[in-house]
């Protein structure tokens, strides 16, 4: 599966990635593998669901990674009343050319925020249904072009129902990933109860790489060499899940490709030109939980994930690993 990644521009993203963590480290404490994990869906040219309590640093965490980035940022704050249009823009007829002219929303980012995602009603959630899947929004008959790279980091608190509108499959199914923030450890903890408190806007960071930078970093990522063993091990994990009991279906085709792409972008991450088993085991949970649900119902969500969760390391630590 594709040819080996030059070398040479493996050393340079690998080097380029490391100067983007370190950047997101500065206001990001102990949390190396979730920031990692962000890169990693970034390069796979995917959107990302944080999801997890408030004030755990959800929405420092995107802008972080848009800000070690020389790229456009915009922060949507969903609401119940939010309309499409105040997502994709709208067309708005100007006096002085006579015509209707296309007023672009704030969805023309490259890194858009998508606040509390889960407050705003269907019909606005599903505003974001073409351009994730697109990069591309549809305006009364007419194609509108986002920037590239492009990628909505949307964030959700998983125990709050009240006033909410759960993401129907269609629409987690656009995440590439979905990662938890979790409480940091106490030395960290600490370490932020030290600093002054800042709004996420006020965070002070110079970008370290470029937009082109992160174009052709997603197109080497696309090039890391995936053996045919590995991409059977992908297919076996992908079929179990949907023999499991636990689970009402299992992964979809488009899954197990989200499964591979993103062990291909671990792997350049971690300045490899090749993928082994361990990033296809270690990309397993945030690429293909969000996508799996219960065949018993239950009330408690963060159980419900952490039960899916049990279920699917089952799975992987059962699949043979290729030698």
Do not use: W
Not at 122 to 129: E, W
């Amino acid at each position: 599966m594709s040819d080996f990644a030059p070398a040479a521009e493996v050393s340079s993203a690998r080097a380029a990635l490391e100067r983007m963590k370190t950047n997101m480290r500065q206001t990001i404490k102990g949390k190396d593998d979730v920031i990692e994990q962000t890169i990693v869906c970034l390069l796979a040219g995917g959107h990302l669901l944080i999801e997890d309590l408030p004030g755990v640093g959800k929405t420092t965490l995107a802008y972080s990674l848009a800000r070690s980035m020389d790229c456009t940022f915009s922060r949507i704050q969903f609401t119940s009343d939010l309309l499409p249009t105040d997502v994709t823009g709208v067309s708005i007829y100007d006096e002085h050319v006579k015509e209707f002219v296309f007023k672009p929303g704030p969805v023309f980012a490259n890194i858009v925020l998508a606040d509390e995602i889960n407050r705003a009603t269907p019909k606005t959630q599903s505003a974001l249904l073409e351009v994730m899947d697109r990069s591309k929004i549809t305006v009364d008959g007419e194609a509108h072009t986002v920037g590239l790279p492009f990628m909505v980091v949307a964030t959700q608190n998983p125990v709050d129902y009240e006033g909410t509108f759960p993401l129907p499959e269609s629409q987690m199914d656009r995440f590439l990933m979905r990662l938890p923030m979790g409480y940091p450890q106490a030395d960290d903890e600490l370490e932020i109860l030290r600093a002054p408190r800042l709004s996420y806007d006020a965070i002070a960071l110079n970008p370290v790489v470029t937009r082109s930078d992160v174009l052709k970093m997603q197109a080497l990522a696309g090039h890391v060499f995936v053996e045919e063993s590995v991409l059977d091990y992908v297919l076996k994990i992908v079929t179990a899940t949907r023999t499991e009991a636990e689970f009402k279906a299992g992964i979809s085709v488009r899954g197990g490709l989200s499964l591979r792409v993103a062990a291909q972008a671990r792997a350049l991450v971690r300045g490899r030109d090749f993928v082994i088993p361990e990033d296809v085991q270690e990309m397993s949970g945030p690429v293909l939980t969000h996508r799996l649900t219960l065949a018993r119902q239950t009330s408690d969500a963060l159980e419900e994930r952490r039960t899916v969760l049990a279920a699917l390391r089952h799975i992987v630590a059962a699949v043979p690993v290729p030698e």
